[in-house]
């Protein structure tokens, strides 16, 4: 039998910065319209140190899960598992806000693409170019149950976020006429009658948001240990501050207040922002149905769920009317059934899986090579489902209808706003915000420590520092979110 393939420090570095550099780099000079240079360059740090230290804790944690497996799903059976619901809908909400946000980017480049070759009306509307895309590109691949061949689009969205940062950079340094000709007052300090910061403050938090890639990242390295994975964090998140601070203060310091949501629509036509264009379009439109997928499998599980307590609560009901008699009978009954339930994909698979979560990570221990599979690469797909779909097959009918309803409504959105920063603001606002703060803040305050705990032992110094940043990360994430989304709502973040 072949040795296991483990993933590098490189290909961990490459998998968190390509989930984080999405579409919300194109909105990244935007976000600095109400903030200013200076306050912008703060919050852009504040908000990577956060999300850092969301990281970190992830890192931590990862020793209370089976080892090889750790995912959400297994750390909150830890604490609740009435809260992996909560997370299922957190990442839903999140890659179906990705999703929606890529189509508008579809929506706005692919006429500026095509105005150079055509005149023709059809031709120019973004409306006919997302349906195009969606119908016969991306509908299509998101209706695919493996996304091995999309593995390879990490390479191209890195070189897609390098050529847009040369870009944005050579038009700073060397601007032409018509690009002086569009800029507008620039703030070094917060600027005056450009709104409420907090309508593009989720955009900062969306920037950094890979947190939902890690655990799948940790589970592929050779190297599992706190040390090893912090270096992996750090590099990423370095590297993702210093393409935000390029690319956000140049493109906000070259068009002023005048700038807009998706900056590369500003640039006039040539063959190197047609080339940024394309290559960004090639991007976003691989990239939707890596967001389709968890999102389908984070529904499915939320779908599962709701079934399991409906039964439950009906088998509870049943016990009830039959009286104490038909107690032990009926608790037989409901084990039986629920172990036929589970026939459906997505519940037994997990259930058993969290039961057993001891017995694997002793097996895994002894064995530390038996979990991992052997056809993992050094390149991996930007979002790797946070259940692994070969756990939760989702075949038949019910794959396709969730798949379908998805696609329509990520159409439906897409082609009904024209913001991509309002979208990028609730998407951080809701999802970004939880997996970034708030989920690894619980997990870090909740099971960091616990071991001293349990054991009734003083909690070390260093493991206590820790476990309180969880409870001031996860207070931080409360907060952002609270404020975010309301800002985003009521103040909104205008095209």
């Known amino acids: 039998m072949s040795e296991p393939t483990y993933s590098n420090t490189r290909s961990g570095v490459i998998t968190l910065l390509h989930t984080a550099c999405g579409a919300g780099i194109l909105a990244m000079p935007f976000a600095f319209k109400p903030f200013g240079l200076v306050p912008g360059f703060a919050m852009l740090t504040i908000c990577g140190l956060c999300s850092l230290l969301g990281l970190l804790l992830q890192a931590r944690v990862y020793r209370y899960a089976p080892e090889r497996a750790a995912s959400f799903f297994s750390l909150t059976q830890k604490i609740n598992p009435n809260l992996s619901v909560v997370f299922d809908l957190a990442i839903a909400i999140k890659c179906f806000g990705v999703g929606v946000s890529y189509m508008i980017v579809v929506g706005d480049l692919m006429p500026q693409i095509v105005s150079g070759l055509t005149k023709n009306a059809l031709l120019l509307d973004r409306v006919f ?40 950079l050579v038009h700073f340094i060397f601007p032409s006429q018509e690009i002086k000709d569009l800029k507008g007052d620039f703030a070094v300090w917060f600027p005056h009658n450009e709104g409420s910061p907090l309508s593009t403050l989720p955009i900062f938090v969306f920037a950094y948001t890979c947190h939902h890639n890690v655990f799948a990242v940790i589970n592929e390295q050779k190297k599992t240990r706190f040390a090893h994975v912090k270096v992996i964090a750090i590099i990423a998140m370095l590297l993702a501050l210093v393409l935000y ?12 207040n005048h700038i807009v949501g998706n900056i590369i629509t500003l640039y006039p036509h040539s063959i190197t922002s047609t080339i940024g264009r394309v290559a960004i379009v090639f991007l976003v439109t691989l990239a939707f149905p890596l967001q389709c997928h968890p999102a389908r499998a984070s529904i499915h599980h939320i779908i599962c769920y709701i079934k399991h307590k409906a039964k439950k609560r009906d088998q509870n009901q049943q016990i009830k009317v039959s009286g104490p008699i038909q107690i032990i009978r009926s608790e037989t009954e409901s084990a039986t059934l629920l172990n036929n339930e589970t026939e459906e ?67 439906t959105v897409a082609i009904s706003v024209t913001s991509l920063a309002h979208v990028l603001a609730i998407v951080g606002a809701t999802g970004s915000t939880s997996i970034s703060f708030i989920l690894p803040g619980l997990f870090g305050f909740t099971l960091i420590g616990s071991e001293y705990t349990e054991a009734d032992e003083e909690i070390p110094l260093k493991t206590k520092i820790f476990k309180y940043a969880g409870l001031l990360l996860l207070i931080w994430g409360i907060l952002v979110m609270v404020a975010s989304l309301f800002a985003a709502i009521f103040l909104g973040a205008s095209h």
């Open 129 to 168: 170019h997302i349906t195009l895309i969606m119908a016969f590109v991306a509908g299509p691949l998101c209706l695919l149950k493996n996304l091995n061949s999309l593995r390879y689009a990490s390479m191209v969205a890195i070189s897609a976020v390098a050529y847009l940062c040369i870009l944005v």
């Open 245 to 256: 601070v390029l690319i956000g203060g140049a493109g906000y310091f070259t068009f002023g």
């Open 345 to 411: 994909p997505g519940w037994n698979t997990f259930t058993e899986h969290a039961d057993d979560s001891h017995v694997d990570a002793a097996t895994s221990s002894s064995n530390p090579t038996s979990e991992v599979d052997p056809s993992v690469s050094e390149t991996n797909i930007e979002e790797h489902p946070i259940f692994n779909p070969e756990n939760t097959p989702l075949e038949g009918k019910t794959f396709k209808i969730i798949t379908l309803i998805l696609i329509a409504c990520a159409y």
